[in-house]
């Protein structure tokens, strides 16, 4: 029996819906392949926690806006609060990762918070490649890799594991960019609004015959803007993310219903059913009849 492949949950605006099993201790510990993820990808998604990754085996591609991050065995990467990323992957791979709360630091108000933790959210660089060959960066691993290892006990102990997150937040902190440049921050924050209210409404009428035009009104900039912030956002065009996302929800319905492929087509705001095809097995390397029959 083939295993269940595995998706990424985001509300409309693409914020990953992590699990509330834990609502007094925010922190998340995940030992995943991403090769297991549909279509061997985690998808677009941000949430307001820290991330930090390890690649323990194989390896992992990883999307941050336009930058395009291969990372081998041994190496890590820490996602700031807030930033889009998505991960794909060629092959099997292991992938431990921490996802948890700034506020596991200390109150909002408090002295800590204010004083080493909300830089790091306001001004810091959207995300850091842990390279073990680097002096500094190595530390920060071997401390990672202590906190997976407390994870895996049977009597898992919180206050070792936010003893170890401090340890590791002090050298990285020490370590990391902070810059004052609290204008050029603002307008970077300002265009990820919109990138997300531009996706949110691509999401909503993606069956429709849109345009550029109407992206692009759904936050009242030109055509020329809606390019630019979507090429520095996610690397791709609009027109191009619309396409991708059509095709996300032709496969979802693939697998879901006994629709035919042409009233898939159709539903899902392709007009020519050839179109369709062609764009489907050019995204994913495998034709739609294909993709649906190797799920059955």
């Known amino acids: 029996m083939e295993k269940q492949q595995l998706k990424t949950i985001t509300d409309e605006s693409y914020r990953e819906k992590l699990p509330n099993d834990n609502p007094d201790f925010p922190f998340h510990y995940y030992l995943e392949n991403v090769w297991e993820f549909d279509f061997h990808c ?17 390896s992992v591609t990883c999307y941050v806006g336009t930058e395009k991050l291969d990372l081998s065995k041994g190496y890590g990467l820490f996602v700031n609060s807030g930033v889009l990323h998505r991960y794909e992957a060629t092959d099997n791979n292991i992938f431990p ?42 530390i920060v691993l071997n401390i990672l890799l202590s906190i997976f290892e407390l994870q895996s006990q049977n009597n898992f102990n919180e206050f070792e594991t936010v003893k170890k997150l401090f340890e590791l937040w002090n050298i990285f902190y020490d370590n990391i960019e902070i ?41 009242y900039i030109s055509k020329n803007s809606a390019l630019q912030i979507f090429r520095k956002g996610i690397n791709m065009s609009p027109f191009s993310y619309l396409i991708q996302y059509r095709l996300a929800r032709a496969a979802e319905l693939l697998l879901s219903t006994d629709r035919t492929i042409a009233s898939i087509a159709t539903e899902t705001g392709f007009d020519n059913v050839g179109y369709f095809c062609r764009k489907f097995k050019e995204q994913y390397c495998i034709s739609a009849k294909e993709y649906r029959n190797s799920k059955k």
């Open 42 to 58: 985690i998808a677009w998604h941000w949430h307001p926690e820290f991330e930090f990754i390890y690649v323990r085996e194989g």
């Open 97 to 138: 990762n921490i996802v948890f709360s700034p506020n596991l630091f200390g109150e909002t108000q408090g002295r800590i918070f204010t004083k080493y933790i909300k830089p790091i959210i306001d001004f810091g660089i959207s995300f850091q490649i842990l390279n073990p060959n680097i002096k500094w960066q190595s």
């Open 179 to 219: 810059t004052s440049k609290t204008q050029a921050k603002s307008r970077e924050m300002q265009h990820c609004s919109r990138l997300q209210i531009m996706m949110q409404y691509i999401h909503t009428h993606y069956s429709e015959n849109i345009k550029l035009d109407d992206i692009a009104a759904a936050v």
